[in-house]
Nanobody, 118 residues
């Protein structure tokens, strides 16, 4: 198992930016694809972005494409989510997750709150 700790959330005005970080424990971080998900109040958790183990491939939900950027630093066991041009509808708890088993994001962090005011 891998332990994940998110940070960087907060309150920001619409149009602003935040960078989320997710620090992972364990020696095998560089072998996992990593993802960011979010859950808004009253809604189901949804996919935001993912990155391959090498960082060579990235994937985004249509709702964030062009505004968010996922990246990783395997030397620091950390994955990032740079969020620009934030909108009130981006308000949610953001979670990072590790694809420990292919096709299954089975390890999750505790989440970090992002609130975007209009």
């Amino acid at each position: 198992q891998v332990q994940l700790v998110e940070s960087g959330g907060g309150l920001v005005q619409a149009g602003g930016s935040l960078r989320l970080s997710c620090a992972a424990s364990g020696r095998t971080f560089s072998s996992y694809a990593m993802g960011w998900f979010r859950q808004a109040p009253g809604k189901e958790r949804e996919f935001v972005a993912a990155i391959s183990w090498s960082g060579g491939s990235t994937y985004y939900a249509d709702s964030v494409k062009g505004r968010f950027t996922i990246s990783r630093d395997n030397a620091k066991n950390t994955v990032y989510l740079q969020m620009n041009s934030l909108k009130p509808e981006d308000t949610a708890v953001y979670y990072c997750a590790a694809e420990v088993v292919a096709g299954d994001f089975g390890s999750w962090g505790q989440g970090t709150q992002v609130t975007v005011s209009s």
